[in-house]
C-alpha cells in the first residue's frame, strides 16, 4: 500500500515549527511492515490542500493528513476534502459527542453543538482524540482511503496509534514483512567505504534489498531495505548480511548494527558493564547529559553531571584549579582532564566525560579558534584526553562536541571489555 | 516569487533522520522577504523525483532541490533533473574545480575527473559548496529557476547562504517587503482567545494581514504577516497591531512580542537586569541548560547547573537532606526548595531553578504518577515553588517539564521588576 502524507501547516513553512509528524508517521508505518512513499508539506489555503490531496492521490491509495482540524478560522482541512471529493459538510451527532467527551475529560466546558467540531464530510467517521480535542476523521472514496489527524504532535501520534492500523486491517491482509538495516559507521568517510576499503560492498548488499548511504553527525550509516514472506525470511536476510560485515574490512568501523541511537547503544553497555558515568559539561551546556536521559532507563547508570559554564563554577563545583586553567587555558587538554577528575570524585563515578570548547560565536583564539574542543576521559583512575576541531555555528558546534564526546564515552567502555 | 522545496530523501521517508532544511529555508527565504510556498520530500528514485519537480513547478517558479548530489549509486538528482529538463548530464571543468578544490581544502586526495561530482545537465552551473565536497547547481528552463544543494543541513545551509540571493537577483528586483509578527501567549486556551476573550480580536488583527494561530508548546502563537512596500509601512503596520494587543484583555497573557524563542527572551532579560542563574536539574536532565546554552551570549549571565539524576548526587552536590526527601519524596515541592537553594548557594547565584519529577516510563505513585512535576524557584533569598501535571511520553514530558521551569524562570524575573 503506498502512503502519503499530507501535511497542512503555514507556521512548517514559514519556519516557526520544525515537522516531527514525518518522522513519527513513518516509523509508526514501518513498526507495521508499512512505508511512506512521499510527504507534501502546503500551506493552510484551501486550494494548495485540495492539489495536495489530488497530486498524493496520484500515486497513493492512502493519504494521511495532519493538521487543519482545530476551532479557529484557519483551520481549512475538513473544507478542503469535502470539496475534493465534492461532498456537503454535515452535522455529525457522533463527532459531536468525541469533542464533547473530550471537553469533559480536560474539565473544560463544551462550545455547543454549532462548534465546527462537530461537522464533517458527508460518509466520514469521527475518530476519538485520546490526546486532544479536536475529532479525528476516516472515510474513502472507491478505494483511495483519507485519514486526517490533528497536526499537534502528541495528537498525530495518539490518532495513528488509537486507529489506523484497526482501520486499515481489510486492507493489509497478505502483505510483506519489512525490515531496514542499518548499519552504523564512524570515523569513514562515505566514499571511501564503497571505494578503496571495499568495492564489492554496495553490490553484496544489494542482493538483500535497496541499499542506500546516509552521512549523519555520528558517521555514515548503511540502511539495507528487505523485504520477506515471513518474519522467518527476514531473519535469514539479517544474517546474509551479517556474514557480509563480518568478512568485509569495514567491520572494524562499525560501531553499531541496528536502528538505536548512540546514546541507547550507551546506556544498554553501561548497563550490561555496571558502568556508572556522568558528564562535566562546560560547552556543551548539557547537551550530552540531556541526550542520555531521553533514553527509558538510563537512571540505573547515569547519576548526574555538572555545567560548568562559568570558570568560577569549574574551580567550586569539580576542583579545577583556577592557576593551572589560567596557564593552560579554560579549552586544553589538562583542564578536561581536572574535569573529568572532579567530577568522578565528586559523584563517585565509574567513568566521567568533559567537555570544555569554544561553540561561538565569540570567544577561541588564534592557535585554538571557534570549533576547538578538549574531551577529558576518567576511567576507573586512569584520565585520558584529546583535542579536536569542528565546523559549523553554535548549535551544531554543540551537536558535534556532544557526538564526539559520547563517542568517546562508548568506546571507553569497548575497549576496557 | 513562488518557492518550492523537493527534499530528496528516503531517509526522512523512513523515520532514520528529521529534515531540517524545511526550516532553514523558510528563515533564510523570510530573512529575505520571501516565503515558501510548500515543501515536498520524495524518495531517491528517478520517478519520484521527476513527478515532484513536475508537480512544484506547476505553482513555483523556483524549485529549491536538496539532497542526492552525493558521490554513491543512490544520488540520483542531477540525472533526474536532466531527464525533466530533456538535457544531456555533460562533463563540466567548473564543477570539477570546485569538487577538486573541496578535496584539497579538506585534505583529501582527489579521486579523479570520472567521478560524478564532475558532471552536470547541460547550460547549468556549478556552485561552490563551502561547508563539503559536492557542488551545487543552478540552471533555468524558460522563466523556472532550478537551484539544487546537498541534503546535508550545513552545506545546504551554505550554499543558500553563499549563492541564492545573488543569483535571484535580477528576478527580485521590486519586491514587496514582507514580515511576520508573532504574538506569544500563554495560560489560555486557542479557542478562548477567540471566543469568550475577545471576539473581535481575529477579524481586527486580518486587517493588517493573514492570521494564523498556533498551539506551541508555551501555550498560544498567533501569527499576522504582513507585506508592504517600504521598511517604514511595516513599522506602521506593527504599531497597529500594538495598539490593538494594548487594548485587548490577551494582554496579559502576552509574554512576548516577537518570533523569539522562550531562551532568547530570558537571556536578553537576564542580561537587561544582570541576574546570575542557573538550574538544578533532575527530571529534566540537563534540557534546560542545552536550551539556554543555545543562545550566544548566555555565557555572561548563565554561570553553569547541577544535574542531580541520582539522590545522592543531590545530597552531595546540593545538599539535601537525605531524611527530608525520604520524608517529602524525591519529587516534592520541598525537595525541589531544597535543590534550588543548595544551588544558589553552591554556585552564588541571584536566581536558581530546580526542576524534580517522573518522566516516565516507570516511577511515580499513586498520588504523583508519572507526568508530575515541581519546580523550585530561589530568588535573591526566597524561596516558592509549584507542583503540576502533564501528559505524554517521556522526551514529551522533559519538553514540558523544562518549558515549565523555563516559563518560571522568566516569570520571576518579571515580577521583581
Redesign the interface.
Known amino acids: 500500500m503506498q502512503v502519503g502524507l499530507l501535511i497542512i501547516a503555514?507556521?512548517?513553512?514559514?519556519?516557526?515549527?520544525?515537522?516531527?509528524n514525518?518522522?513519527?508517521?513513518?516509523?509508526f508505518l514501518?513498526s507495521h511492515h508499512l512505508?511512506?512513499?512521499?510527504?507534501?508539506?502546503?500551506?493552510?489555503h484551501p486550494a494548495?490542500i485540495h492539489?495536495?490531496l489530488d497530486?498524493l492521490f496520484?500515486?497513493c491509495q492512502l493519504v494521511i493528513t495532519s493538521g487543519g482540524l482545530?476551532?479557529?478560522?484557519?483551520d481549512l482541512t475538513k473544507a478542503a476534502i469535502a470539496t475534493f471529493l465534492q461532498r456537503k459538510i454535515i452535522f455529525s451527532s457522533a463527532a459531536m459527542q468525541v469533542a464533547q467527551e473530550n471537553y469533559q475529560r480536560f474539565d473544560?466546558v463544551f462550545?455547543g453543538k454549532e462548534h465546527g467540531y462537530s461537522f464533517l464530510p458527508e460518509h466520514f467517521m469521527a475518530l476519538p482524540n485520546s490526546?486532544g480535542y479536536a475529532p479525528g476523521l476516516y472515510g474513502a472514496d472507491g478505494n483511495r482511503l483519507i485519514f486526517s489527524a490533528p497536526g499537534?504532535?502528541?495528537e498525530f501520534r495518539a490518532m495513528l496509534e488509537d486507529h489506523l492500523i484497526k482501520l486499515l486491517s481489510p486492507q493489509l491482509k497478505g502483505s510483506k514483512f519489512l525490515d531496514?538495516i542499518?548499519i552504523r559507521t564512524s570515523k569513514i568517510?562515505?566514499?571511501k567505504i564503497?571505494?578503496e576499503l571495499d568495492t564489492k560492498l554496495?553490490q553484496k548488499l544489494e542482493s538483500f534489498g535497496e541499499?542506500?548511504?546516509?552521512?549523519?553527525i555520528s558517521g555514515v550509516?548503511i540502511?539495507v531495505?528487505t523485504s520477506s514472506d515471513s518474519e522467518a525470511g527476514l531473519e535469514l536476510k539479517r544474517q546474509g548480511i551479517d556474514k557480509i560485515l563480518q568478512a568485509s574490512p569495514l567491520k572494524s568501523y562499525i560501531w553499531h548494527l541496528g536502528?538505536e541511537s548512540l546514546e541507547q547503544v550507551i546506556v544498554t553497555r553501561a548497563i550490561s558493564k555496571n558502568i556508572r558515568f556522568?558528564?562535566a559539561?562546560s560547552a556543551?551546556?548539557?547537551?550530552?547529559?540531556?541526550r542520555?536521559?531521553?533514553v527509558?532507563?538510563?537512571?540505573s547508570v547515569?547519576?548526574?553531571?555538572?555545567?560548568?559554564?562559568?570558570e568560577?563554577?569549574k574551580t567550586?563545583?569539580l576542583g579545577v584549579d583556577a592557576a593551572s586553567m589560567a596557564t593552560h587555558g579554560v579549552v586544553s587538554q589538562a583542564t578536561a582532564e581536572a574535569m573529568a577528575r572532579g567530577l568522578a570524585t565528586?559523584?563517585?563515578l565509574d567513568l566521567a566525560v568533559s567537555i570544555t570548547g569554544y561553540?561561538?560565536?565569540?570567544g577561541g583564539s588564534a592557535d585554538k579558534p571557534v570549533g576547538t574542543v578538549c574531551i577529558g576521559l576518567w576511567y576507573q583512575g586512569q584520565l585520558s584526553s584529546q583535542q579536536l576541531r569542528f565546523?559549523?555555528d553554535?548549535?551544531?558546534l554543540?551537536n558535534r562536541f556532544a557526538q564526539a564526546a559520547l563517542m568517546a564515552l562508548l568506546e571507553a567502555m569497548a575497549e576496557n571489555a
Chains 1, 2 share one sequence.
Not at 503555514?10 to 516531527?20: C, F, M, N, R
Not at 514525518?22 to 516509523?27: A, F, I, K, R
Not at 556543551?284 to 540531556?290: E, I, P, V, Y
Open positions: 503555514s507556521e512548517v513553512l514559514d519556519g516557526k515549527v520544525a515537522d516531527t514525518t518522522q513519527t508517521l513513518s516509523l514501518r512505508e511512506l512513499s512521499q510527504t507534501l508539506t502546503v500551506r493552510d494548495a492539489q495536495g497530486f496520484q500515486a482545530g476551532p479557529t478560522p484557519d473544560r462550545p490526546a499537534v504532535p502528541r531496514a542499518v568517510p562515505e566514499e564503497f571505494g554496495w541499499v542506500s548511504s546516509l552521512p549523519v550509516d540502511v531495505k536502528a556522568g558528564f559539561e556543551t551546556g548539557g547537551l550530552c547529559s540531556h542520555i536521559t531521553n527509558a532507563g538510563s537512571s547515569f547519576m548526574g553531571s555538572v555545567i560548568s559554564y562559568a568560577a563554577v567550586s563545583e565528586h559523584l563517585k561553540a561561538g560565536p565569540g565546523y559549523g553554535r548549535e551544531q554543540k
